[in-house]
């Protein structure tokens, strides 16, 4: 069992930064395959970015490329999002999610997520 706490989310002006958190219980955190998703209203959940069990690869959707970095300090048992050079379009809940595996796209292949921290980019 994992469980997640998001925190860093806040209001913050477009081409901002951000730095998100996730927290996580268990000794097993270095096991899991790490990911943000994020959801605005009337929209679908989105991928956002994705990192392995142990921080070598990571994964970004296209629309984060470049501006958000994901990381992980698995002694710490957190996974981190830095957002910079934000845009009102980032507007939405984030939620970080695990799965005991390699890691997917797919929110749908993750087991554990947290309740999520808004984000707000004004223009």
């Known amino acids: 069992q994992v469980q997640l706490v998001e925190s860093g989310g806040g209001l913050v002006q477009a081409e901002g930064s951000l730095r998100l958190s996730c927290a996580a219980s268990?000794?097993?955190?270095?096991?899991?395959?790490m990911a943000w998703f994020r959801q605005a209203p009337g929209k679908e959940r989105e991928f956002v970015a994705a990192i392995s069990w142990n921080g070598v690869y990571t994964y970004y959707s296209d629309s984060v490329k470049g501006r958000f970095t994901i990381s992980r300090d698995n002694a710490r048992n957190t996974v981190y999002l830095q957002m910079n050079n934000l845009k009102p379009e980032d507007t939405a809940v984030y939620c970080c999610?695990?799965?005991?595996?390699?890691?997917?796209?797919?929110?749908?292949?993750?087991?554990?997520w947290g309740q999520g921290t808004q984000v707000t980019v004004s223009s």
């Open positions: 268990g000794r097993t955190f270095s096991s899991y395959a």
């Open positions: 999610a695990a799965r005991k595996a390699s890691y997917a796209t797919d929110y749908r292949q993750y087991n554990y």
